[in-house]
């Protein structure tokens, strides 16, 4: 990263304001789960929601999908502060898998959305940085460099690029689906830590995702790096009369 570039400096200050605020959030976490007066009430608040999803198993399900979907499209909405309301409601495995699948769908989304609506929607909706990337990727870009993408940049960022650039859509579902896997896997083991109070884990799982997310973004910084720049495509020539 040079001087020169202050889209990249942007990106990574942003990357690394993620990581404080995850810290900082974790840190709380861990409070509360070490003292009984705050844990409490977030233990019956479980217990009630548990049981209104029982009696509604189905609309429970597809509204959890549904919120999940929603933050993977928009970067103020988080699936992590229920996914322990999921856990205490279905148990870690199923949890992942609608997890999973909201994601999936929250990327066709945000692919569809930025395909068809072009790149002042997707500037819009998406986090900063993502005129940086349009400069390196594009619908011929490797299928691993894209995973990394996927896994290092903000949920929301790579689907409506990939969408405005036009990469295959099947290839693009699948590279949600194996890069978002372990995240889903992740968050959900975090969850399901906070619902059992094991601290220790907790706080080792949080730091490990942290420096996980950390090393993929700079694993990819160093691939776009040595890839020359996109060219935009050539607009097309009127014939001649």
């Not at 861990?30 to 705050?38: E, G, K, P, Q, S």
């Not at 309301?85 to 909201?102: N, Q, T």
């Not at 290092?152 to 978002?180: D, K, T």
């Not at 220790?200 to 790096?225: C, D, K, N």
Request: proline share 7%; no cysteine.
């Amino acid at each position: 990263m040079t001087a020169s570039d202050p889209a990249a400096s942007q990106v990574s200050t942003a990357s690394r304001r993620r990581i404080v605020i995850l810290a900082l959030v974790g840190a709380v976490l861990a409070l509360v789960l070490a003292a009984d007066t705050l844990f409490a009430p977030l233990e019956r608040l479980l217990a009630v929601t548990e049981r209104i999803i029982a009696a509604n198993p189905t609309l429970g399900a597809a509204l959890f999908v549904l919120f999940a979907a929603l933050s993977g499209m928009l970067a103020f909405f988080s699936s992590a502060v229920i996914v322990p309301v999921a856990v205490y409601a279905w148990g870690p495995v199923w949890s992942a898998v609608l997890l999973w699948l909201g994601w999936i769908l929250g990327g066709a989304s945000t692919y569809a959305l930025g395909r068809f609506l072009g790149r002042p929607v997707a500037g819009a909706l998406a986090s900063k940085g993502l005129a940086r990337y349009e400069k390196k990727i594009n619908r011929d870009t490797p299928f691993g460099v894209v995973i990394l993408f996927q896994m290092a940049m903000p949920s929301e960022v790579p689907g409506y690029l990939l969408g405005v650039v036009r990469y295959s859509f099947l290839r693009y579902i699948a590279v949600v689906a194996v890069g978002e896997l372990p995240y889903a896997i992740g968050t959900v083991i975090l969850g399901d830590s906070f619902v059992q109070r094991s601290i220790l884990p907790f706080v080792v799982l949080g730091v490990a995702a942290a420096l996980f997310s950390r090393y993929a973004y700079v694993l990819l910084q160093r691939r776009l790096a040595a890839a020359p720049p996109t060219s935009p495509e050539p607009a097309p020539t009127a014939p001649k009369s």
